[in-house]
């Protein structure tokens, strides 16, 4: 393997498919990245089995003999960064061991036979879809930090991808709050699939640019291809749960309020209260609205929400105010509208403008807690 390429080229690749590896994977070649040099391309693959990235380059490169190896991923994108060069020039020694050059540096890495790299599944088959990267991108920054740590409810550790009736709907619930993004496409596909939430926090970390991704799900990965970039993953075995019966259809009180009023008087409330305890209550009436916290060891917080307007009885309100914030960031709108049901009902945060006709709806459901004051 003998070859010429720009640093920055080659480092933004690297960066890429260097999101896949894992450092502590078992089988030590996906510890590393492989580099295939065909006669006009490099292919470069990360993987940690679950995950897999793959960057083909075709411009700025110099083939002058075609190759493969694998090299450790940490140290391999160390270098390319590190380098003062404007192109990089790496060639084979001997079997496995690289040698890395720039204008005033040189490397020696030690490698692994490309032989040992797993073969991986790119291939384009399946169900098709088409869908805008910054479209996708904003429906997994509205769905994905709503799935659950706990390893022991898969399913809930992803998210859910549902596609019927020219409609894909992302849903992700921890079983104490949800969140759900609809949206409108001209796609007829028809799936049901859960995603793991480190691949799609990967791939929104990958998408940069305004594009058109094509999606292809099997029985048993998705792909997803951005121009000449593959991001392809395993799929979460069994079914989602069916949470339509947990969203109320009618509703006694609301809340419309500025977000960043809300946002702001919700991080003053929780200063006193402890990371995994922080229990907040929303006090409301036609006069005013306040927010509390209270912790028996520290002192409490009190704060009024100015211009916001409530409709309904009085309503008292107790939860994780983590669960509210993390939803009105996602959302990024300047003024949301909360809807309850009543005082130990499920409710409901979305966006002041939307509009209920699932052409792009967002919305975001949290469990109360009970408090005794």
């Known amino acids: ?79 390319v960064r590190k380098m003062d060069s404007e192109d990089i020039h790496m060639t084979i020694l001997d079997g496995t061991f690289t040698r890395i050059e720039g204008y005033n540096s040189k490397f020696q890495l030690n490698g692994m036979s490309s032989f040992d790299y797993p073969r991986i599944d790119f291939s384009q088959e399946g169900v ?18 709503a799935t659950s740590d706990k390893e022991t409810s898969q399913a809930y550790t992803g998210v859910n991808f549902k596609a019927q009736n020219n409609i894909l709907d992302l849903t ?60 392809r993953s395993r799929l979460i075995e069994g079914t989602y749960p069916d949470i339509s019966r947990l969203i109320p259809q009618t509703f006694n009180h609301t809340l419309s309020v500025d977000s960043s009023k809300l946002l702001k008087a919700v ?46 009885d009085p309503l008292k309100i107790s939860f994780k105010a983590r669960y509210l914030s993390d939803a009105i960031r996602s959302l990024n709108t300047d003024k949301v509208i909360l809807l309850f049901v009543g005082t130990m009902r499920q409710f409901i945060i979305k966006s002041y403008d939307q509009k209920d006709n699932i052409v792009d709806y967002s919305m975001h459901l949290i469990l109360p807690v009970r408090t005794y004051d």
Do not use: W
């Open 128 to 145: 098709h879809f088409t869908i805008h990267s910054f479209l996708l991108k904003e429906a997994i920054e509205q769905t994905v930090f």
């Open 1 to 79: 393997m003998d070859f010429i390429i720009n640093r920055k080229i080659l480092l933004d690749a690297l960066s890429k498919v260097s999101r896949a590896v894992s450092p502590k994977n078992p089988i030590a070649a996906l510890i590393g990245i492989q580099f295939d040099l065909k006669s006009d391309r490099l292919i470069l693959t990360g993987s940690d089995s679950n995950m897999s990235i793959q960057v083909t380059i075709k411009d700025n490169l110099k083939v002058n003999q075609k190759g493969a190896v694998v090299l450790n991923s940490r140290y391999i994108l160390e270098i």
């Open 267 to 312: 991080l003053r409330a929780t200063l006193l209260l402890d990371e995994k305890d922080d229990y907040i209550t929303l006090t409301m009436d036609n006069k005013q609205v306040k927010v509390s916290s209270f912790s028996q060891s520290v002192g409490s917080v009190e704060e009024n929400i100015y211009d916001a307007l409530f409709n309904g």
């Open 172 to 231: 992700a619930t921890d079983t104490y709050r949800l969140a759900k993004k609809t949206i409108k496409t001209d796609s007829e596909a028809i799936f049901d699939i859960i995603i793991p939430k480190k691949s799609l926090n990967e791939l929104s970390r990958i998408i940069e640019k305004d594009e058109v991704i094509d999606v292809y799900v099997s029985d048993r990965k998705a792909l997803f291809i951005l121009d000449d970039t593959y991001v």
